[in-house]
């Protein structure tokens, strides 16, 4: 597959509330960046780059760092999410490391209609893109507010975190379409067949 396949191919999901979050989101249900296109198909779908960014010159090492990066936010959230106060040392440095380096430069440059669209400065490098990411990480597990609405999906095996932003803090889906569809669904047919036994 070309690595400008878009990211429906994969089956990603943008729902999460934040880019840090939509990374975790890419273990379920099986893993999503075990190869150089989804990873593509990713960073484009998440809105790290503008669309229509080449990501050409990207390598196989790239898939490798954006798992390993995953692999800390998710310990640092899921600690979070479980009330662990034990310092997680060696996944927040890494996070710390990472998010040292500087992210995408964007630039505003006029599109074919004269209106201003965002570029790149350059091609994106793999460093920039997971410093873009571990800084989401970073503003989300230092921000009370934002931390506060983190949230592990009600849904039967999910495992995907994400921010609750709704009025009153009562959203218990990942995503009403997926798992709060499956809930509604389960619960339909649970009704039905009280009603025939």
Same mark, same amino acid.
Request: some cysteine; aromatic content about 4%.
């Given at each position: 597959?070309?690595?400008?396949?878009?990211?429906?191919? =994969?089956?990603?999901?943008?729902?999460?509330?934040?880019?840090?979050?939509?990374?975790?989101?890419?273990?379920?249900?099986?893993?999503?960046?075990?190869?150089?296109?989804?990873?593509?198909?990713?960073?484009?779908? $998440?809105?790290?780059?503008? *669309? /229509?960014?080449?990501?050409?010159?990207? !390598?196989? $090492?790239? *898939?490798?760092?954006?798992?390993?990066?995953? %692999? $800390?936010? /998710?310990?640092?959230?899921?600690?979070?999410?479980?009330? @662990?106060?034990?310092?997680? @040392?060696?996944?927040?440095?890494?996070? +710390?490391?990472? #998010?040292?380096?500087?992210?995408?430069? *964007?630039? #505003?440059?006029? %599109?074919? !209609?004269?209106?201003?669209?965002?570029?790149?400065?350059?091609? *994106?490098?793999?460093?920039?893109?997971?410093?873009?990411?571990?800084?989401? #990480?970073?503003?989300?597990?230092? @921000?009370?507010?934002?931390?506060? &609405?983190?949230?592990?999906? #009600? &849904?039967? +095996?999910?495992?995907?975190? =994400?921010?609750?932003?709704?009025?009153?803090?009562?959203?218990?889906?990942?995503?009403?379409?997926?798992?709060?569809?499956?809930?509604?669904?389960?619960?339909?047919?649970?009704?039905?067949?009280?009603?025939?036994?």
């Amino acid at each position: 597959m070309a690595l400008g396949t878009p990211p429906s191919t =994969y089956d990603l999901r943008f729902d999460a509330g934040r880019i840090c979050l939509d990374l975790l989101a890419t273990t379920h249900p099986l893993e999503r960046l075990d190869a150089l296109p989804p990873l593509c198909a990713w960073i484009a779908g $998440s809105g790290l780059v503008p *669309p /229509g960014t080449p990501l050409s010159h990207a !390598d196989p $090492s790239w *898939p490798i760092a954006f798992r390993e990066l995953r %692999g $800390s936010v /998710g310990r640092l959230v899921h600690a979070w999410l479980s009330g @662990d106060v034990r310092p997680h @040392d060696l996944a927040l440095a890494h996070v +710390n490391d990472v #998010a040292r380096a500087a992210p995408p430069a *964007p630039r #505003a440059v006029r %599109g074919e !209609d004269g209106t201003l669209v965002r570029r790149l400065d350059g091609p *994106p490098q793999c460093a920039a893109l997971l410093a873009a990411v571990a800084r989401d #990480a970073v503003e989300l597990l230092t @921000d009370p507010a934002a931390r506060a &609405g983190l949230r592990q999906c #009600a &849904g039967d +095996n999910c495992p995907i975190v =994400y921010v609750d932003t709704s009025r009153g803090r009562r959203r218990r889906w990942c995503s009403s379409e997926v798992c709060g569809n499956r809930e509604r669904v389960a619960r339909h047919r649970k009704r039905a067949a009280l009603t025939r036994a």
